[in-house]
């Protein structure tokens, strides 16, 4: 269970984040993307907010926020620079695991660093060769006295280069077992160094990077929830996706709202054939099928939310908010750039920033695939006869 | 040093304002937002007080239907607590009432500085802060671009058409600061949350006992739409377009 936050709060919070992606993401955003610039301003304006500790409970210097809060939080970072909120994003799955694993002394060290931003947070999980298929995973860490010695290739890690703190899965006897791994942000620290940094389509100026471990040792303490959870890990992971597949969907939504409204402004302004665009039939069916898969999409991703502020097992409604909010940003960024017509396929307008960020929400947090996966057998699991 | 605020809540200017025909006046019900312009006067207020190392922000807002919307903004930026007067009464208030019922509630917090914009964003006449001075009995100095306390004085940088005058005078003071004079914080979201449970002070006119009490007598008889903004000059290059400009600049005296 967590707490409601006051509604009242919950608005006033959501439009002092409005207020800030719009007076400082909306006009920076494009040129850093551009130019693929980590967004050192925009981050350090963020954990003055107080993002980094949205969803740490208060007892550990955080804000406590409900899911609900945290997603519609989300929404709003996104709607000015998806790639934003992915700075927040395993920071806060990490800071979950703490919360949900790990030992009292664990929770003490390193939340009250995390909520504050001073310690940035990232999940290691897949692998260049393990990604769906989780069980591949080849990362291992071998127990050495009161030590354990960590080898392997991390692929994908979002944040890796920045982060204080790692939430790594590595195999050790007992099956995979979740570690929280502490380093020096930088290239390199003691055993990892930060191998390569991946090129992508979008989602630019956060780094996403590929991590080796090359005898890499970490003090036994590093093992989430202690020694009582060796071989836990893919269980704790996955059950702290859930948050991240909130965030997921809630930027999707974001990303969705970016289109949707500039289409909405752009149909009202363009004039062909003597009115606005707005007013030809075919424009308008497009508008209208944004906007009600927009709106399905934020309120499945709420209901997930909410879920988990239940404490309920949300993994199907998760996965549904997810999938279908994903599936509606890659439609709508579309749609949105055939609205805008040839000025949609220039880097004039934030339109093709949205076509190219859209993507990563149907891969990223698990594919759109395994999604469906995930709901079919949690239904099954529902509605076993 | 405590230091007072004076902040406007005014209907949110990003939604189109309307004017109540009957009064001729702009309609204020709904939620307000805190008037942008005073903005810099709250973070100028918690920056003066940050370097004299102790004493605290008080905002104090005249408005309708006890609204505190605004109010919280800049509690969340920082200031400490607020004073809110809302009064039927004070319906349609001129420049002149609003400073009598604003000088009678900052006289109940005993500041060593009042700082307020130069003018509101919703109303323009730029008049209230001196009238409060006055009422006060307190030096005034308008168009601050920059303050410094200084033991009892206050120093500032008033800006001029030509520049700026360094001017100076004793505290209590009242202080107008323009726009731009210092970049306003983002209210973070733990000072958010603190400020729903800051106090704010709720009086009614009554509550204040000013002498003579307060009548509203200001009518607006009439309001015209302000004439379409002219299109402006273009100036093609044919060799002197450098020349015309400066004299153009010159003309409108801004080198
Ligand atoms: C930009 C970016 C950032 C990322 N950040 C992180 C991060 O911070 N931390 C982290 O741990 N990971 C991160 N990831 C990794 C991401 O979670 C994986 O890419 C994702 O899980 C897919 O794995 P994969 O790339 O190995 O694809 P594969 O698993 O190889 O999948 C290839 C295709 O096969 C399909 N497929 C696979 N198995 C099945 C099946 N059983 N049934 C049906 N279809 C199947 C997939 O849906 C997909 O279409 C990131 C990825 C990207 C692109």
């Not at chain 1, 050495?144 to 982060?163: F, H, L, S």
């Not at chain 1, 570690?179 to 390199?188: L, N």
């Not at chain 2, 009554?206 to 607006?220: C, F, K, M, S, Y």
Request: contains cysteine; negative net charge; glycine residues 10%.
């Amino acid at each position: 269970m967590i707490p409601a936050t006051d509604p009242e709060l919950a608005d006033d919070l959501v439009a002092a984040v409005r207020k800030y992606v719009q007076q400082e993401v909306v006009p920076a955003a494009s040129a850093l993307e551009h130019a693929d610039a980590y967004p050192d301003e925009l981050v350090d304006g963020l954990a003055a907010l107080g993002l980094f500790g949205a969803t740490i409970p208060l007892e550990y210097g955080g804000l406590g926020l409900d899911t609900v809060t945290y997603a519609r939080i989300v929404e709003e970072v996104a709607a000015g620079w998806m790639s934003l909120t992915g700075v927040f994003n395993t920071h806060l799955i990490g800071a979950t695991l703490l919360k949900l694993h790990g030992t009292e002394d664990q929770r003490r060290r390193w939340l009250p660093q995390m909520a504050s931003g001073e310690r940035r947070g990232c999940l290691s999980l897949s692998e260049p060769d393990a990604g769906s298929d989780t069980r591949a995973l080849r990362c291992r860490a071998t127990p050495d006295g009161d030590e354990y010695v960590i080898d392997g290739t991390k692929a994908w890690v979002t944040n890796g280069e920045r982060a204080g703190i790692v939430a790594l899965a590595a195999k050790t006897p007992e099956g995979i077992t979740c570690f929280m791994v502490e380093k020096e942000p930088g290239h390199t620290s003691g055993g990892i160094t930060v191998s390569r940094k991946i090129d992508k389509l979008g989602y630019k100026g956060v780094e996403t990077v590929e991590m080796t471990y090359d005898a890499h040792r970490v003090p036994v303490t590093a093992v989430l929830g202690g020694v009582e959870a060796l071989g836990r890990g893919l269980p704790q992971i996955l059950g702290a996706l859930e948050l991240g597949r909130v965030n997921i969907a809630a930027r999707a939504c974001g990303v969705a709202r970016a289109a949707f409204e500039a289409s909405m402004r752009y149909a009202q302004q363009r004039q062909t054939f003597g009115v606005p665009i707005a007013r030809h039939q075919a424009i308008q069916f497009k508008l209208a099928d944004m906007a009600t898969k927009l709106e399905a999409s934020r309120l499945l991703t709420r209901s997930a939310a909410q879920r988990i502020d239940a404490g309920e097992r949300a993994d199907v409604e998760a996965g549904m908010a997810k999938l279908f909010a994903s599936e509606t940003a890659f439609e709508v960024a579309t749609e949105a750039m055939r609205v805008h017509g040839g000025y949609g396929y220039t880097t004039e307008l934030p339109v093709e920033r949205y076509y190219r960020d859209a993507p990563l929400m149907l891969i990223g947090e698990g594919t759109n695939e395994i999604q469906r996966l995930v709901i079919a057998r949690g239904l099954l699991d529902r509605y076993e006869s | 040093m405590n230091v007072v605020v004076c902040v406007k809540q005014i209907p949110d200017p990003a939604s189109p304002g309307k004017l109540d025909p009957s009064t001729k006046t702009l309609v204020r019900e709904g939620k307000l937002v805190v008037d942008d312009s005073d903005m810099y006067g709250i973070e100028m207020a918690l920056q003066l007080v940050g370097t004299a190392g102790g004493g605290e922000v008080t905002l104090v807002s005249m408005a309708p239907n006890n609204e505190t919307a605004g109010l919280r903004t800049g509690l969340a930026m920082g200031a400490a607590k607020a004073i809110l007067v809302s009064d039927d009464s004070l319906k349609g208030a001129d420049a002149l009432t609003t400073a009598k019922v604003l000088a009678a509630a900052i006289k109940r917090v005993n500041p060593d500085l009042v700082i307020a914009a130069t003018e509101s964003t919703d109303g323009y006449t730029g008049t209230l802060p001196v009238q409060m001075a006055e009422l006060l009995g307190f030096p005034s100095i308008t168009f601050a671009k920059s303050v410094q306390v200084d033991g009892t004085t206050v120093k500032v940088d008033r800006q001029t058409e030509a520049g700026y005058d360094e001017v100076e005078c004793p505290l209590p003071a009242v202080v107008t600061v323009t726009a731009g004079v210092v970049e306003p914080r983002y209210p973070s979201f733990k000072g958010i949350m603190a400020a729903k449970g800051k106090p704010v002070e709720q009086l009614t006119v009554a509550d204040l006992g000013i002498d003579g009490g307060v009548a509203v007598t200001q009518e607006v008889t009439d309001v015209v739409a302000a004439e379409a903004r002219k299109a402006g000059e273009i100036v093609t290059d044919e060799g002197d377009a450098h020349e015309r400009i400066v004299q153009f600049l010159e003309q409108l005296k801004v080198i």
